[in-house]
Structure formats: C-alpha cells, structure tokens
C-alpha cells in the first residue's frame, strides 16, 4: 500500500510539475501577447489595429490550412510509436509530417500575395486591406513551421519546450521590436515574421538534440498492430483544425466586412482576451496529450483515466480566477488598453461565460484526438462551424460586436460539451 501511494504520489507530483513548465511556458506568452496586443493596439489606433488583427487572423487562418492536421498527427504517431519502442516508425511520421507541412505553408504565402488585392477589393471592401495582407504573407511559412516543430517537440513529452516554440518567443520578440520602434503597421509586420523565424530556429535546434530518441527498439510486449496511416491521422485532425480556426475567425472577418476597423481591433482585443482560458486549457491539453496517446496504445485504461481528471482539475483551478475578472471587471480590463477600447467590455463578458464552460469541461478534444477518434471530433467541429456560422450571419449584421461575441461564446461552449458528451459515450473507462 505504501508503494503504490508512494508511486501515485510521484505520478501526480510528475504530472502537476509539467503541467507548472508548461503554465509557466504559457506565462511568457500571456505577457508577450497581451503586451503586444494592448501597446500594439495602442500604438497603432483603432483603426491600423485593426489591419493588424484581421492580418493575425488571416495568418492563423492560412497557416492552418498549411499544415493540414499533420502537425497533430505527428504528435500523435510520436508519442505513440516510442511508448512502445517504435522509433523508426515515429522518425518516418516527423519527416514526412514535415515536408508535407514545409509545401504546404510555401504555396500558402504564394496564395497570400496572389489573391490579396481580390480578397480586398471584393470581400472587405477596404483596398488598403491588399497592402496588409501582402505584407502577413511574410509571416505564413515561419507561423506554420513553428507550430509544426512545438508539436513534434510534445510529441517527445517536451510540452513546455513546445509551448515556448509555439506561442512563448516570437510574442516577447516582437512586443521587444515594438518597444524598439516598430511601431507602424508594416514595421510590426516585419517584426511579426522575424520573430516566428527566430522561434522555429530555436525549436529546430532543440529537436535535432532530441534525435537519438528516434532510435529506439520495440519493446517486447509492443502490441502488433500497427497505426493507421500519417494520412489517414491527419485527415480527420485538419478538418478539426481548419474548423476551429474558422470558428475563431469568423466573427472578426465578418465584423470586417459589416463593421469599421475600430470595432474590429476593440472586438479583436476582447476575443484575445477571453481566449486566455483557451491558453490554459490547450497548455494542459498539449502537456497531456502525447500521455493521452501513450496511455491509450498501451491499453492502461486505469492510468488514463486519472490522467484525464488530473487535466480536468487542473484547468479549472487556473482558469476559474482568469474568467472571474473577465466577466466581473471587463472594463477595467480593456481601459489597461487605450481609450475607446472600454466600449467591448460587454462582448468580453459575454464571451468569458462561453470560456466558464469550456474550463469546466476542458480538453476532451485532445483525448478524442489522440486517441483514434479524430472522425468524431471532425463531425462536432463540423456542427459547431454551422451554429457559429448561422448565430453569425443572423446577429452580426445588426448588432455587430455583441452578435459576435454571442456566436463566440455559443460554439466554445457547444465545443465543450459536445467533446465531453462524446468521451463519456465512446470511452467510459476514460472519464
């Protein structure tokens, strides 16, 4: 009894340490990107904050459809091949994960430049939106490799390596060159670009040193069937991707085309905001998922499910505080911005009630993701991506930033529930 205490003991004490790296990975990004969204918007005005965030969320946007789901599949395949020993299985998924991905973000940005002036012209009705756009297409390829190396890092349990990658360096660097003057849109734009460049380096360097890892054996009880295919992983996942990304997008592109500019950056400013619980959630979820993977492919239901409940308890004691001061103090928030900002304070507080659900019900979409059911996880992004798209073209033309904030909190909550509602029902054990 007292070894396996002991054992539970240092399993939980393993588990909420990386889960502290990884917060702690998180942490520089919330200074960076807050620092860079609230000096950023406050240097730029409402109205070229407003090019820059709907150039943030073109960028994120195309980067995702770069990568295809193949970055998370890769994840998936290794983690799951070197639990059981499998390294050349888990070599072949990286090289091929990145070349597919490397091609992809090329002809992204090839894309970027050819179809910015018809996107402007036609879709946002604004043609200063084509000069923007051009100068985001800088940033496409460095964003989509630098996403794709922070997952192959987790993909060897290297989570908060990975989150700093992704989402912790390129965020300081570049609230860094806004404080050394770059302080206009093109020049925020160009530190925008070096700056993710600078993060995939760093994370190409850090993966290179963990290249032995690739060859390991298998082990002798390695279970005999072999994975499906890299494709065939990714497939599923890049609807996933391309959807939820979608989801995120959708309310600003939409507001851009019915809205001015500065109701775009003051909304843009109160979605990032909000999606500071999506940040505590997806840093847990990631620190987790290539064990959600592992545990799954070794058949250890026992351990998975005290995994998955450890994840649950953990975003809710960090995130529950983060969405009290959004829904009970969003002006104060937004006044920490810039004057004027103050008038998205109740699209903040709508959306932090969406997030209050996705922080009690957190990170089952990793769990389905990793573990095989990444179809099923595509038919409920599908679903979300109709309700948000329908509350969208319903509120937004009348009522503008509080129609988007509305559509936003529904999908997240519908996310969280729908993920949830299908755990409980495809793996029991897991819950």
Same mark, same amino acid.
């Given at each position: 009894?007292?070894?396996?205490?002991?054992?539970?003991?240092?399993?939980?004490?393993?588990?909420?340490?990386?889960?502290?790296?990884?917060?702690?990975?998180?942490?520089?990004?919330?200074?960076?990107?807050?620092?860079?969204?609230?000096?950023?918007?406050?240097?730029?005005?409402?109205?070229?904050?407003?090019?820059?965030?709907?150039?943030?969320?073109?960028?994120?946007?195309?980067?995702?459809?770069?990568?295809?789901?193949?970055?998370?599949?890769?994840?998936?395949?290794?983690?799951?091949?070197?639990?059981?020993?499998?390294?050349?299985?888990?070599?072949?998924?990286?090289?091929?994960?990145?070349?597919?991905?490397?091609?992809?973000?090329?002809?992204?940005?090839?894309?970027?430049?050819?179809?910015?002036?018809?996107?402007?012209?036609?879709?946002?009705?604004d043609p200063q939106v084509a000069h923007a756009l051009r100068l985001s297409a800088y940033a496409i390829l460095p964003q989509t490799l630098c996403i794709f190396v922070g997952y192959a890092l987790v993909g060897f349990h290297r989570g908060a390596a990975?989150?700093?990658?992704?989402?912790?360096?390129?965020?300081?660097?570049?609230?860094?060159?806004?404080?050394?003057?770059?302080?206009?849109? %093109?020049?925020?734009?160009? /530190? !925008?670009? #070096?700056?993710?460049?600078? $993060?995939?380096? *760093?994370?190409? =360097?850090?993966? @290179?040193?963990?290249?032995?890892?690739?060859?390991?054996?298998?082990?002798? %009880?390695?279970?005999?069937? /072999? !994975?499906? #295919?890299?494709?065939?992983? $990714?497939?599923? *996942?890049?609807? =996933?991707?391309? @959807?939820?990304?979608?989801?995120?997008?959708?309310?600003?592109?939409?507001?851009?085309?019915?809205?001015?500019?500065?109701?775009?950056?003051?909304?843009?400013?109160?979605?990032?905001?909000?999606?500071?619980?999506?940040?505590?959630?997806?840093?847990?979820?990631?620190?987790?998922?290539?064990?959600?993977?592992?545990?799954?492919?070794?058949?250890?239901?026992?351990?998975?499910?005290?995994?998955?409940?450890?994840?649950?308890?953990?975003?809710?004691?960090?995130?529950?505080?983060?969405?009290?001061?959004?829904?009970?103090?969003?002006?104060?928030?937004?006044?920490?911005?810039?004057?004027?900002?103050?008038?998205?304070?109740?699209?903040?507080?709508?959306?932090?009630?969406?997030?209050?659900?996705?922080?009690?019900?957190?990170?089952?979409?990793?769990?389905?993701?990793?573990?095989?059911?990444?179809?099923?996880?595509?038919?409920?992004?599908?679903?979300?991506?109709?309700?948000?798209?329908?509350?969208?073209?319903?509120?937004?033309?009348?009522?503008?930033?509080?129609?988007?904030?509305?559509?936003?909190?529904?999908?997240?909550?519908?996310?969280?529930?729908?993920?949830?509602?299908?755990?409980?029902?495809?793996?029991?054990?897991?819950?």
């Amino acid at each position: 009894m007292t070894t396996i205490s002991l054992r539970n003991f240092r399993s939980l004490a393993a588990t909420y340490g990386a889960y502290v790296g990884s917060m702690s990975s998180r942490g520089l990004e919330l200074v960076g990107k807050l620092g860079l969204y609230m000096f950023g918007a406050r240097a730029l005005g409402l109205h070229d904050s407003g090019y820059f965030f709907l150039c943030l969320t073109w960028i994120g946007l195309i980067s995702t459809v770069a990568r295809g789901g193949f970055d998370k599949a890769v994840l998936r395949h290794m983690a799951a091949e070197l639990a059981v020993g499998r390294g050349q299985e888990a070599r072949r998924a990286l090289l091929t994960g990145s070349a597919i991905v490397t091609a992809g973000g090329t002809l992204a940005t090839l894309l970027t430049v050819a179809l910015a002036e018809p996107l402007a012209v036609y879709l946002f009705h604004d043609p200063q939106v084509a000069h923007a756009l051009r100068l985001s297409a800088y940033a496409i390829l460095p964003q989509t490799l630098c996403i794709f190396v922070g997952y192959a890092l987790v993909g060897f349990h290297r989570g908060a390596a990975g989150q700093l990658v992704q989402n912790g360096i390129w965020p300081v660097l570049t609230l860094g060159a806004l404080f050394a003057g770059a302080n206009t849109l %093109d020049s925020l734009l160009y /530190a !925008l670009a #070096a700056s993710l460049l600078a $993060a995939t380096v *760093l994370g190409l =360097v850090m993966l @290179v040193s963990d290249r032995h890892r690739l060859l390991a054996t298998p082990s002798p %009880d390695a279970p005999a069937d /072999a !994975l499906p #295919a890299l494709w065939r992983t $990714a497939m599923p *996942l890049s609807v =996933v991707e391309v @959807v939820q990304i979608f989801l995120n997008s959708l309310p600003v592109l939409l507001l851009a085309v019915f809205g001015q500019p500065s109701a775009v950056g003051a909304f843009s400013v109160a979605n990032r905001i909000s999606m500071l619980i999506w940040v505590v959630a997806n840093s847990i979820g990631t620190v987790a998922a290539p064990s959600f993977a592992a545990r799954h492919r070794q058949g250890q239901w026992d351990e998975l499910r005290a995994l998955n409940r450890r994840v649950r308890l953990a975003v809710a004691l960090f995130g529950t505080p983060v969405v009290a001061v959004m829904v009970f103090f969003p002006k104060s928030i937004l006044n920490l911005v810039a004057p004027g900002f103050e008038v998205a304070a109740p699209a903040l507080m709508v959306m932090g009630l969406g997030q209050l659900v996705n922080c009690l019900l957190p990170c089952q979409d990793f769990m389905l993701s990793m573990t095989g059911y990444g179809s099923v996880h595509r038919w409920l992004n599908i679903a979300q991506l109709v309700v948000c798209s329908a509350l969208c073209a319903a509120l937004i033309p009348f009522f503008g930033m509080m129609g988007a904030a509305i559509a936003t909190a529904v999908f997240i909550a519908q996310g969280a529930i729908g993920t949830t509602l299908a755990v409980r029902h495809l793996m029991p054990k897991a819950l």
